[in-house]
């Protein structure tokens, strides 16, 4: 076991309010490179002219209520079937989190959109392209109030998790890096680190291998079971290089905005010290990768 930096555990935005009026509604088309296009339907206005404009307005969920919300607006104009047209690219920097969707119409009050219909196929399996620049990521997606919401991801380098291999002893995984001048010279001498949110000096490395962009690592669950004390351990997977700032791995190379729910792994039995315990991956709010080992079920009788 040895120390390193700081957990990174940021804390959960707040969901949004109930909206009880009927807001309009939007569909949107993503491109390969990460931008969106959205078609708003709106409330019984004509197009826009030079006696008012229209926007897309876009806000970000806060943790802090006193904090002030990003916001970021996109004109919006006639598409040529009488809808209203806004373009999302992948060049205009949006910061991580969730952003609520919402339309301005002239003088009317800010309306908060429902989500249309979705074509999302051109994030599936995406490939960024050879580039040192930020992957943006953005994924629309229905609120439980049935909202239309953007999940948005910018990250350089990127660490993305592919296939999650579950066995008994721990898991074997591997992922791709993207955004760094020379992957395979970055991920020469990397490790994966899982660090512990209960305690930051708890610190568990394992090396990876390498092949040009790609990585792999196993990691049992043996080391972080002998520290576990009862409740919920969580541990945190990062990539580190040999020389360089680490990089959380995730998934977000796809359309699903919310991993967590969709991306189910089994847990195994774990022998601790401190009492029976299990084990098992899984994806967090953000879609990151972390494990989790937790007290054990009592066997059906």
Same mark, same amino acid.
């Given at each position: 076991?040895?120390?390193? /930096?700081? &957990?990174?555990?940021?804390?959960?935005?707040?969901?949004?309010?109930?909206?009880?009026?009927?807001?309009?509604?939007?569909?949107?088309?993503?491109?390969?490179?990460?931008g969106l296009t959205f078609d708003v339907d709106v409330w019984g206005r004509p197009a826009p002219t030079g006696d008012w404009t229209a926007a897309l #307005?876009?806000?970000?969920?806060?943790?802090? /209520?006193?904090?002030?919300?990003? +916001?970021?607006?996109?004109?919006l104009?006639?598409?040529?079937?009488?809808?209203?047209? =806004? #373009?999302?690219?992948?060049?205009?920097?949006?910061? +991580?989190?969730?952003?609520?969707?919402?339309? =301005?119409?002239g003088e009317d009050d800010v309306r908060?959109? #429902?989500?249309?219909?979705?074509?999302?196929?051109?994030?599936?399996?995406?490939t960024p392209s050879q580039s040192t620049s930020p992957l943006a990521v953005r994924i629309p997606y229905a609120t439980k109030h049935g909202n239309l919401s953007l999940r948005s991801w910018l990250r350089v380098p990127h660490a993305e998790a592919a296939d999650i291999q579950v066995e008994s /002893?721990?898991?074997?995984?591997?992922? #791709?890096? $993207?955004r760094v001048q020379d992957p395979q010279a970055w991920l020469a001498g990397?490790?994966? +680190? /899982? &660090?512990?949110?209960?305690d930051a000096a708890l610190v568990h490395t394992v090396p990876t291998t390498a092949e040009g962009a790609e990585f792999a690592f196993t990691l049992t669950y043996g080391p972080l079971a002998e520290v576990w004390r009862g409740g919920l351990d969580v541990w945190d997977l990062w990539?580190?290089?040999?020389?360089? +700032?680490?990089?959380?791995?995730a998934r977000i190379l796809d359309d699903i905005a919310d991993k967590k729910p969709v991306f189910v792994y089994p847990t195994r039995s774990v022998t601790a010290e401190y009492a029976p315990a299990q084990a098992?991956? $899984?994806y967090t709010a953000d879609n990151d990768l972390s494990l989790r080992i937790d007290e054990r079920e009592p066997a059906a009788r």
């Open positions: 076991m040895t120390t390193s /930096a700081p &957990r990174h555990h940021p804390a959960t935005p707040p969901e949004e309010p109930t909206i009880v009026s009927a807001p309009p509604r939007a569909d949107c088309i993503a491109d390969s490179a990460g #307005v876009l806000r970000r969920r806060v943790a802090d /209520a006193d904090a002030d919300s990003d +916001e970021v607006r996109l004109p104009s006639p598409n040529g079937d009488g809808r209203l047209r =806004a #373009v999302l690219p992948s060049t205009v920097a949006l910061p +991580e989190g969730r952003w609520d969707m919402h339309v =301005a119409c908060r959109l #429902v989500p249309g219909l979705n074509d999302l196929r051109s994030l599936v399996d995406r /002893a721990g898991i074997t995984a591997r992922g #791709v890096l $993207y990397a490790v994966v +680190e /899982a &660090r512990c949110r209960r990539l580190r290089p040999a020389d360089g +700032e680490p990089v959380r791995i098992g991956p $899984y």
